[in-house]
């Protein structure tokens, strides 16, 4: 079936969210379903306790469900926030599989069925970081190539973070450890320069491009969803040892950079903003949120 990849504004979106049960994914699930309809897609149903308090229809990801889902359901949007970073040691072929293999089988089922719009979610690291980082810009690419047969938006997250979020999160983990008052923490020289966004700045900018969809011109758009304020890692880790009150040292210089160490972020969020999106969470108030 040919797209016509027409929304009427102000209408209630069926909208498949994959990786539903993962931290970004359940929050945006949330903020959207007191407007739109939402289905979930996931690896595994045994783990859905972020999704405790609310009625979403989810289907497994696998090739037969995702049959069903489609010709069950008209799908208008799909955000894709399922991924695998590889954190966990999680095998090539897995990271693979999810970061790439899926969303791109969901982009042929989209374009397939006469789904308006395709939401990725990328990141801001370069392409030869880390498998995770490779895979996402594979699929990015092809999101941009195929982008002709759907209207496609592809959003690069810098590094998000927040009250809830998962134990392999950078800021998580270093927040543990220091609440612990582990005798000491080995870390790199701490120089590279991040940016680091608060989890509900980046929902409100999925809420907004979901609100505007229907003024944003263009086959394919790239949205940067930064912070806008840079932090050494190292000043970071003192905030978070001031926030925790820790007694634990921080053993900087101890741990060489990785290969590829990005030692400047480098993100533009004015065309997130020129929407009319403003981050208004400072990195001082999230790490109290998150932390404390």
């Known amino acids: 079936m040919l797209s016509l990849n027409i929304l009427t504004p102000n209408k209630m979106y069926t909208i498949l969210i994959t990786g539903i049960n993962g931290f970004l994914g359940s929050h945006i699930a949330k903020r959207l379903s007191t407007e739109h309809r939402i289905i979930g897609l996931v690896h595994s149903k045994q783990n859905l306790f972020r999704l405790n308090d609310f009625d979403f229809e989810i289907y497994l990801s696998d090739d037969k469900s995702i049959e069903t889902l489609f010709a069950e359901h008209h799908i208008d949007i799909l955000i894709h926030t399922a991924t695998y970073y590889g954190r966990n040691n999680e095998d090539v072929n897995k990271i693979f599989a999810t970061n790439f293999l899926l969303p791109y089988n969901l982009l042929n089922k989209c374009i397939e069925n006469g789904s308006s719009h395709f939401i990725n979610t990328d990141t801001v690291l370069d392409r030869f970081v880390n498998t995770y980082a490779l895979t996402k810009r594979q699929f990015q690419e092809w999101l941009y190539f195929r982008s002709g047969e759907i209207n496609a938006i592809n959003m690069q997250l810098e590094h998000f973070y927040g009250e809830g979020c998962s134990s392999t999160n950078f800021i998580t983990a270093m927040g543990e450890k220091l609440k612990s008052n582990e005798p000491q923490i080995d870390l790199t020289a701490g120089e590279q320069l991040r940016d680091f966004i608060h989890y509900s700045d980046v929902v409100d900018a999925y809420e907004l491009i979901i609100n505007k969809l229907d003024k944003i011109e263009g086959k394919y758009n790239n949205y940067e969803v930064s912070n806008g304020e840079l932090i050494t890692i190292k000043d970071l880790m ?55």
């Open 238 to 292: 003192c905030m978070l040892k001031a926030i925790t009150k820790s007694t634990t040292t921080l053993n900087f210089g101890a741990v060489p950079y990785r290969e590829n160490e990005l030692m400047k972020s480098k993100t533009n969020n004015e065309k997130l903003r020129a929407l009319g999106w403003i981050p208004k969470t400072s990195i001082n108030d999230g790490l109290k949120l998150t932390i404390i």
